[in-house]
């Protein structure tokens, strides 16, 4: 409860820039690294990494909220599977594109609520709801897309991600913009609305949280499903990479995401995060990711490094704030 | 702590600056990208690849090979990043085995854009904006099988195949190339079934075989199957109810467990392919494309009959057990 009080964007900032400052030292020694340093900040470079990000930092937006609260979704990955599946069908059957968006972007919600009300009215701890979530959700895609990709018409969708938008003023694929804008308007509804208090409130102390007059059940259902919306999206984004709707892509990206929340100052006891820290998690493991490719390292030492990077992190937050 | 820390990026960055203009020597580097790593068929790409880069480098043009699958096997995200960071390192060249015709579209099209040209491997790519194609000629293979089928059975008898799955373009192009040159050279052959499939893996293909066999096995002579896993299955069906080795059986791909049943006189003949060329083509295009040389918009890297009679022939050999040690350290 301590965070919330008047300090608590002070802190945020102080505890935010542990992961900046571990984004800067990873780009620094990938920089040194690699044969021609200023390959990797070039201009298109950043804008592959930026749209790597993308799937991932959406998805960490919602479960920075999840996990502050408390909680934890496993079923991210299979969710943006569905999603992008659903999506897709929708623009095959012929619907407008806005209308796929849309489509996509609820039964993400949907998925969410469903979540929420089984942790909620059944009272399933949600690691083994979600996984249990991350089963079918996954199954639903496979049968909706009847076990193919699901191929269709190119729209305006297929270009959220591109590497050289249209119009080029933009600079970066337009679902960059998205994401940066959802990141900011996330940010304040954590920070200064009664909502993103509940949610600190409810990941600190739960039997408090209801003491104080809070309906913790409903809360954690509003959590899950808008946290759903955000997946909803991140499954249209997967899609509009692919070009296609994948029911089997994004097996394990749950674990991306869940590592670029704990890298960013996120606990798994709840109370604790922030989404500045989160998008700069998911930035550090972009920036790995490519770098490795960069240096030219092989595939398992590139997992070795995330593996380790995600550990040494949370030991740094736990040393720190055991300090202060 | 975190003095200590910026101290450190700070020198980093400084170190990073003085290294920039150093190694400019004009070398080649060309990504490889198969679809995954750990199987057989991939190696030998790998090892063709490098036999090009080694011996391209011996005549006086410096050549590297980078190998790099996708992280997640069979994962087309994956794939994805891997061509689009490919294209951002600036490599002179990609050559590509694209998990999905239509997915890895925006990202060859995206490397091409920022001067990063693409070979493709395998399998095909629903696009214009690559160099060539560089693969095995289906038809041609199950235009070979049919061929050896017609000779097994003197021109006459009863024959089926088992296809492999819906919607696979290569195999959908054996089946055709054995069932139309079946129908054009041998009209005595009549095809008493060719509407089933065996599915995706080895179990299926058994559990298939099985059910066409309870209703064909004592009025067929011939049988045809377009892959690994439906050939494999289709030996295990007629090795359970005791009938392999009394059917004409011609196959496609090669394994340990086909050779075998070459030699106990159960299977017929396979058609291979020859993965070892692929990368050796798919490297060698790429690198005459990037001299200036022009390129053929498709390559055939050929396939072949392996029966009893020419199973020690020496180029045969070779065919089937690639020399992997000598190309892969």
Known sequence: MTRINKSGFAISVIRGFGPVLGLLVVIGVFSLLVDTPGRLLSPNNLRIVLSQTVIVAIGAIGMTLIIISGGIDLAVGSTIALTGVVTALAIAAGYTPSVALLSGIFIGGLVGVINGFV????????????LGMLGVARGVAKWMANQQTVNMRGTWLNELLVMFPNPSWLLVAPGVWIAIILAVCAAIVL?????????????????????????????????????????????????????????????????????????????????????????????????????????????????????????????????????? | MRKLLLLLLVLTLLIACTRNGGNTKKKLTIAVIPKGTTHEFWKSIHAGSNKAASELSAQGTEVEVIWKGPLREDDREQQIQVVEGFAAQGVSGIVLAPLDNRALVRPVEDAKRVGVPTVIIDSGLESEQFLSFVSTDNRKGGTLAADRMGQLLNGKGKVLVLRYAEGSASTTEREEGFISQMKAKFPDIELVSTDQYAGATRDTAKRASENLLNRFADVVQGIFTPNESSTAGMLLALQDIGKAGKVSFVGFDSSQTFIDAINANQLHGIVVQNPFNMGYLGVRTMVDSLLGKPVEKKIDTGVMLVTKENLEAPDVKTLLHPPLDQYLK
């Open chain 1, 191 to 324: 920070r200064n609305t009664v909502f993103g208090r509940r949610v600190f409130a409810l990941g600190s102390n739960e039997a408090a949280a209801r003491a104080c007059g809070i309906a913790t059940d409903q809360l954690k259902i509003w959590i899950y499903g808008l946290a759903g919306l955000l997946f909803g999206l991140a499954g249209v984004m997967q899609m509009s990479r692919l070009r296609q709707g994948d029911p089997t892509v994004a097996a394990g990206s749950e674990l991306d995401i869940i590592a670029a929340v704990v890298i960013g100052g996120g606990s798994l006891n709840g109370g604790e995060g922030s989404i500045l820290g989160s998008m700069i998690g998911a930035l550090i493991m972009a920036f790995l990711r490519n770098g490795c490719q960069q240096v030219g390292w092989p595939n398992y030492i590139q997992e070795i490094i995330i593996g380790a990077i995600i550990v040494v992190a949370v030991a740094i937050d736990r040393w720190r704030s055991a300090k202060a």
């Open chain 1, 119 to 130: 942790i909620t009215r059944l009272k399933v701890v949600p690691f083994i709801a979600t």
